[in-house]
């Protein structure tokens, strides 16, 4: 009578250990990080209504898929295959099917005085899941840092090694940016012309420097208002006959 319940014990346990052993390899399986081999940097949306500050939505996206670029593990799809999908309305599997990707990166960007406003979310698409979402709120002179430490999280969240070195500003890319600020904050058409260029000037020798893409989002809506004045103060009344 003692074997059999000593036995009926040992059987009850041994059934216990292999379900742990099963629930326990479920659990690992069902909890492992699914690593993302492709993804594709949508084009980011501009939220601020201002045509014009869609130079700055395309210059943050232009950066993330330079900077994401780098990893090796990770295969990006290029800008110009990208932002193909500007304003397109399509299932994001639809989407990340075309691009044979594993991962869609979608966000969106705005420009307020000063500060800079941008959020970002990685999706995976088999079975649309958030691999993670983010937001920044920072100023404008930020961005450059906003955009790598977005960086870091995708890289996180798609789980590749990413060494990203702080990047490095030209001071004299700095210093146009700063003058065409400080022309575009004055009254006159002269002025807003002159900040124009200095942003102009800025992106030609660091294409990759989104505050100047911002500065000229901000300025260049000014500047047909100034055409259209100079055009009306040029019409001379007609001489009465």
Not at 52 to 66: F, K, Y
Not at 195 to 220: T, V
Request: charged share 25%; net charge positive; with cysteine.
């Amino acid at each position: 009578m003692d074997f059999s319940r000593q036995r009926a014990a040992w059987t009850i346990a041994l059934a216990g250990l292999a379900l742990g052993v099963v629930l326990l390899a479920i659990v690992a399986r069902t909890e492992r990080p699914v690593r993302i081999r492709s993804l594709a940097v949508l084009p980011f949306a501009n939220l601020s209504g201002d045509p014009e500050q869609d130079s700055l939505a395309d210059g943050v996206t232009t950066q993330l898929i330079a900077t994401l670029s780098k990893i090796k593990e990770l295969r990006v799809i290029a800008p110009a295959s990208a932002m193909q999908y500007r304003k397109v309305r399509k299932p994001l599997p639809a989407i990340a099917k075309e691009l044979n990707v594993d991962a869609l990166v979608i966000g969106s960007v705005m420009r307020t005085g000063a500060r800079v406003r941008m959020s970002v979310r990685v999706v995976q698409v088999d079975g649309e899941k958030q691999l993670w979402l983010g937001s920044f709120d920072r100023d404008v002179r930020d961005l450059p840092a906003v955009e790598d430490e977005a960086v870091r999280k995708i890289a996180e969240a798609s789980h590749v090694s990413l060494i990203l070195n702080p990047r490095q500003v030209n001071p004299e890319v700095n210093q146009l940016y700063w003058k065409g600020e400080f022309n575009r904050n004055q009254d006159g058409e002269e002025p807003v012309r002159r900040g124009i260029q200095y942003f102009e000037q800025a992106i030609q020798k660091d294409p990759g420097y989104s505050p100047a893409y911002a500065g000229m989002a901000l300025a260049m809506p000014a500047w047909p208002t100034f055409m259209r004045r100079r055009a009306t103060s040029c019409q001379k009344p007609r001489p009465p006959r």
